[in-house]
C-alpha cells in the first residue's frame, strides 16, 4: 500500500551492528505495527502502538525496541543484530473502525534484512 | 493452541481454472478471518475481512467462505490469471478492533499459475 512506506527497502549488516528500520504512514491512522516474517513460517508481532504515547511488545519483542517519533512514524531498531534476526519485516497501520468487528491493518511494501 | 492452518501449502494451476485454497483455525475467541493476497517481494492486501455472521464475502473472483461451527474457511479463486501468482494467507483475529485485536497468521499457500 503506497500509503505506508518503509525504508531501506532492503538493508544488508553485520553481526553486533545497530540498525534502525523506519516506517512512515500518510493514512492518518493511529495504530502501527511492526512484523517480522520468516520464510515458512506466518507473520509474527515484534511491537506495536496505539498512538504517540503507547508501547506494546508483541510475541516476539527481545532484541529490537522501538520508538513511536509521532503519529506518522514508527521506527523499529536492532541494538546488537545477530543472523537469526535476518528476515522480511513489515510495517501496518490501522484505524479503530466505526464497526469494532473489522480491524483492518494495511501493509507496507517491507525490508529485506540480512545480518552476516 | 490458538493455531491457524492453511493446505495446500503450494498449488499450480494452469491460467484460466479454478482453484480453492483451505483454511481451518482452532483460534479462541474469534472475531473475524481475514484473507490476504501477497506478490513476492511486497507487503499482504486484504482480500476479504468475515465475522462469525458472514458466511460468504466475494471480491472480484475471489469469494471466501467461513464456516464458524466447523471453523473452516476456503477462498475460491475464478478464472486464474498470472497475476494471481502469490501467497495466499488466511489470519484469525482473537479481538474486536478495541484491543490489539491479535492476528493469528497462517503460513500461506503459495499459488503458482501458469500459462
Known amino acids: 500500500d503506497a500509503d505506508v512506506t518503509q525504508t531501506p527497502r532492503n538493508r544488508i549488516t553485520k553481526t553486533g551492528k545497530r540498525i534502525m528500520l523506519e516506517c512512515s504512514q500518510t493514512?492518518?491512522?493511529?495504530?502501527m505495527y511492526w512484523y517480522r516474517q520468516d520464510p515458512g513460517l506466518g507473520l509474527r508481532l515484534i511491537y506495536y502502538?496505539?498512538?504517540?504515547?503507547?508501547?506494546n511488545k508483541g510475541e516476539i519483542s527481545d532484541g529490537y525496541s522501538v520508538s513511536r517519533q509521532a503519529q506518522a512514524k514508527f521506527s523499529l531498531s536492532l541494538e546488537s543484530a545477530i543472523p537469526n534476526q535476518t528476515a522480511l519485516y513489515f510495517c501496518?497501520?490501522?484505524?479503530?473502525?466505526?464497526?469494532?468487528?473489522?480491524?483492518?491493518?494495511?501493509f507496507g511494501p517491507g525490508t529485506r534484512l540480512t545480518v552476516l | 493452541k490458538n493455531q491457524v492452518e492453511q493446505s495446500p501449502q503450494s498449488l499450480i494451476i494452469l491460467e484460466g481454472k479454478n482453484c480453492t485454497l483451505q483454511?481451518?483455525?482452532?483460534?479462541?475467541?474469534?472475531?473475524?478471518l481475514r484473507w490476504y493476497k501477497q506478490d513476492t517481494g511486497r507487503g499482504p492486501v486484504s482480500l476479504t475481512i468475515m465475522t462469525f455472521s458472514e458466511n460468504t464475502k466475494s471480491n472480484g473472483r475471489y469469494t471466501a467462505t467461513l464456516d464458524a461451527d466447523t471453523k473452516q474457511s476456503s477462498l475460491h479463486i475464478t478464472a486464474s490469471q498470472l497475476s494471481d501468482s502469490a501467497s495466499y494467507i488466511c489470519v484469525v483475529s482473537q479481538n474486536y478492533g478495541g484491543s490489539q485485536g491479535n492476528l493469528i497468521f497462517g503460513k500461506g499457500t503459495k499459488l503458482s499459475v501458469k500459462p
Open positions: 502502538s496505539f498512538d504517540v504515547k503507547d508501547i
Open positions: 501496518a497501520t490501522s484505524d479503530l473502525p466505526r464497526d469494532r468487528r473489522y480491524n483492518e491493518q494495511f
Open positions: 483454511c481451518n483455525y482452532t483460534v479462541s475467541p474469534f472475531s473475524n
Open positions: 493514512k492518518g491512522h493511529d495504530r
